[in-house]
Nanobody, 122 residues
Framework: QVQLVDSGGGLVQPGGSLRLSCVVS????????MGWYRQAPGKQRELVAG???????KYADSVKGRFTISRENANNTTYWQMNSLTPEEAAVYYC????????????????WGQGTQFTVSS
């Protein structure tokens, strides 16, 4: 059974940095496209970045230039590095994994982490 464990949340000051981690177990990590979503209070969950099984990444316009998604296949882990944080970016962040079969991500094999939350405050 595939499991995702998100971690790294907490309290950070405005302008500070934070790195979230997501460890995947139960299957071959390298054949999954990975993504980070966030959900702020009262808002819908939104995709902020994704990285394919081949290592290609894409970002939402709101985070381009400050946030970085990466993956370490040897450690079954994807990371979300956030810099220059603002209070508006505080949310619950969720890791997402979607298995790639014959070159396509398959929604039937989609999994979520439990979410990790952080607050931006001085």
């Amino acid at each position: 059974q595939v499991q995702l464990v998100d971690s790294g949340g907490g309290l950070v000051q405005p302008g500070g940095s934070l790195r979230l981690s997501c460890v995947v177990s139960g299957d071959i990590f390298s054949i999954y496209d990975m993504g980070w979503y966030r959900q702020a209070p009262g808002k819908q969950r939104e995709l902020v970045a994704g990285i394919t099984s081949g290592g290609n990444s894409k970002y939402a316009d709101s985070v381009k230039g400050r946030f970085t998604i990466s993956r370490e296949n040897a450690n079954n882990t994807t990371y979300w590095q956030m810099n220059s944080l603002t209070p508006e970016e505080a949310a619950v962040y969720y890791c997402n994994a979607r298995k790639v079969v014959a070159g396509y991500p398959i929604t039937e094999y989609e999994y979520w982490g439990q979410g990790t939350q952080f607050t931006v405050s001085s």
